[in-house]
């Protein structure tokens, strides 16, 4: 019996390496639309967050005429979960408004999100297609 027990969770185990592969990984760097933005994305509290690494002077200084210092390090992407079904759910910043918003990250390919945010429930919402930067 300790053998087929054995034998079953060796399997198990093989597959789930596979399974977490399957989901496309929203880690690395995004920016919106306009190409104003590029956010890092990595990792935190056990769920995934998104930082300012590059802003355009457009960017930065409607971000100045908010109350935003330094628009670059500003956390944008807060606190995002996983659902379990490739979607996460958590909290945009927008510093243009200096706000913050209930919000969604659901992959469109390897290199498109959608990013949605709502101002209550799912009243008033916005959505931005996101984009991996071209490289050099």
């Given amino acids: 019996m300790n053998g087929k027990w054995f034998a079953a969770l060796a399997a198990l185990v093989s597959v789930l390496p596979v399974a977490a592969q399957a989901e496309p990984s929203l880690g690395g760097e995004w920016i919106n639309p306009r190409g104003t933005v590029i956010v890092a994305t990595a990792p935190c509290q056990g769920g995934l ?6 802003a355009n002077g457009e960017a930065q200084s409607d971000a100045q005429e908010a109350g ?3 628009l670059v390090g500003t956390e944008l992407l807060q606190d995002y979960k996983s659902d379990g079904r490739g979607g996460w759910s958590g909290r945009v910043y927008v510093p243009d408004i ?3 918003f209930s919000s969604t990250i659901r992959p469109v390919d390897p290199t498109h999100v959608k990013i949605s945010g709502c101002l209550i429930g799912s009243w008033m919402c916005r959505s931005q297609i996101w984009s991996r930067p071209k490289a050099d």
């Fill in 68 to 70: 935003v210092a330094h």
């Fill in 98 to 100: 200096g706000r913050s």
């Fill in 49 to 54: 967050c998104g930082w300012v690494r590059w």
